[in-house]
Every structure is written in C-alpha cells, then in structure tokens.
C-alpha cells in the first residue's frame, strides 16, 4: 500500500486488488480495483461543451489506468492529507484532498457560479474482510466522520455551517471477506471514522489557513 504523487496525479495503491465502493466519477458502484486515482484540473480543462466522463476515460487510458476508480478535484493536490487509525484487529488508510469553495450547508445550496470545484476528496483502505452490506455501511461511517470534521472547522456561510461541498465523493475499500457490521460499535467503525474525520479535519484546516492568507488552494 502506498500513496504517490506525480502532478497532476496522486495515486493510492491498495496493496492488492480489493472491493471498492463509491461514486467517483470514473468506474462509480461496487467494483473490484487495485487503486483510487485523483486527477487534478483547472476551470480550463472543463469548458462547458466537454464530455468530462470521456475526457476522464481517456486520459486514464493514456495513464494505463483504466481499470482504476479515479475523482476529479480543483484542490491542488499536493495538499492531499494520509491518516492512518487503528482499533483492535482493524487498521484504516484514509487519503483525503480537501477544498471547500464550493461548501454547502446540507438541505441549502449557495449559488457556485465562475468558481472552482475544490471539494472533498477521501478514499478509505481498510484492512479487514467485509461483506457487500458491511462494505456499504463503512461508506456510511466515512461520509459521517466528513461531516463532523467540516463541521468541527466552522465554515460559516448564509445558509449555516458548513458540512461538506456540492461534489464530495468518497469511496471506500476492503479485502472481500465474512465481516458482517462495520457500525459505530465495531473496531473497523471506529477505525474508518478517526482515520476518515482526522485526514479531512486536517484538509479542510490547511485549506482555510491557506484562503485566509490569500493563498490559491
């Protein structure tokens, strides 16, 4: 397992390959992959008319990454934050890049437009097996441990304080095995929940030291 950055590129290798669950924009659902890709890109990358799914598809294919679950991220992502956490048997990676200009309150949404799309990045490894149901509550813990960390942050905007921006994705990664609950309650609930909230927390503080500094993030 190991987490390398080659502008504008950061790729997390699981170690082997795993069951991976998430809503990236390249290879979303449940799937079996090797790596979670970032890639970085500029409003210029972007223009209205692309096709983003095939532009992604394509430069993965030139990378020889096609078989990887891959985001998309403004954030420059040599700020990406590496937690790791442990609880008993269980051990949690998490890899998160974090920006927040596109911050939302849940259940509100602020009008984005002509800005970038930093938002919040995290992919989590952990190590014991789990079943397709415990692998899906672990997204459930790692999507919790987000919110708290922009939360704990305190990023106001009109509509309230902020808990995440309008494109997180989060995917989450586990050897195929007989674990059954990953709640709160469990080793491997508790090991997501401090890697995930520890790596954004992280993230979202040096993104907001950076803004108010005048820093581009």
């Given at each position: 397992m190991?987490v390398?950055?080659a502008?504008?590129?950061?790729d997390f290798?699981?170690?082997a390959e795993m069951?991976?669950?998430?809503?990236a924009?390249?290879?979303p659902?449940?799937?079996s992959a090797r790596?979670?890709?970032?890639?970085?890109v500029r409003?210029d990358?972007?223009?209205?008319?692309l096709?983003v799914?095939?532009?992604?598809a394509?430069e993965?294919i030139?990378?020889?990454?096609?078989?990887?679950?891959c985001?998309?991220?403004?954030?420059?992502?040599?700020?990406?934050v590496v937690?790791?956490?442990?609880c008993g048997?269980?051990r949690?990676?998490?890899v998160?890049t974090?920006?927040?200009s596109n911050?939302e309150?849940v259940g509100?949404?602020?009008?984005?437009?002509?800005?970038?799309?930093?938002?919040?990045?995290?992919?989590?490894?952990?190590n014991r097996?789990?079943?397709?149901?415990a692998?899906l509550?672990t997204?459930?813990?790692?999507a919790?441990a987000?919110?708290?960390?922009?939360?704990?942050?305190?990023?106001?905007?009109?509509?309230?304080m902020?808990t995440?921006?309008g494109t997180?994705?989060l995917?989450v990664?586990?050897p195929?095995?007989g674990?059954?609950y990953a709640?709160l309650?469990?080793?491997?609930?508790?090991?997501i929940g401090?890697a995930?909230?520890?790596?954004v927390r992280?993230?979202?503080?040096?993104?907001?030291e950076?803004?108010?500094r005048g820093t581009p993030a």
């Amino acid at each position: 397992m190991s987490v390398r950055l080659a502008l504008p590129w950061l790729d997390f290798d699981l170690g082997a390959e795993m069951q991976v669950l998430s809503f990236a924009p390249h290879r979303p659902g449940a799937v079996s992959a090797r790596r979670i890709l970032w890639r970085q890109v500029r409003n210029d990358d972007l223009p209205e008319t692309l096709d983003v799914s095939d532009w992604l598809a394509r430069e993965l294919i030139a990378r020889d990454a096609s078989d990887a679950v891959c985001f998309l991220t403004s954030r420059h992502i040599a700020a990406h934050v590496v937690r790791e956490a442990a609880c008993g048997a269980a051990r949690a990676t998490a890899v998160a890049t974090v920006g927040l200009s596109n911050a939302e309150r849940v259940g509100a949404r602020v009008s984005r437009a002509g800005q970038d799309w930093g938002t919040i990045n995290v992919a989590v490894r952990v190590n014991r097996g789990l079943t397709p149901v415990a692998l899906l509550e672990t997204i459930t813990i790692a999507a919790q441990a987000r919110t708290a960390a922009v939360l704990d942050v305190g990023l106001r905007l009109p509509t309230g304080m902020a808990t995440g921006t309008g494109t997180d994705c989060l995917a989450v990664a586990a050897p195929d095995g007989g674990v059954a609950y990953a709640g709160l309650h469990t080793e491997i609930g508790e090991a997501i929940g401090r890697a995930c909230y520890d790596a954004v927390r992280a993230g979202a503080r040096d993104w907001v030291e950076m803004r108010r500094r005048g820093t581009p993030a």
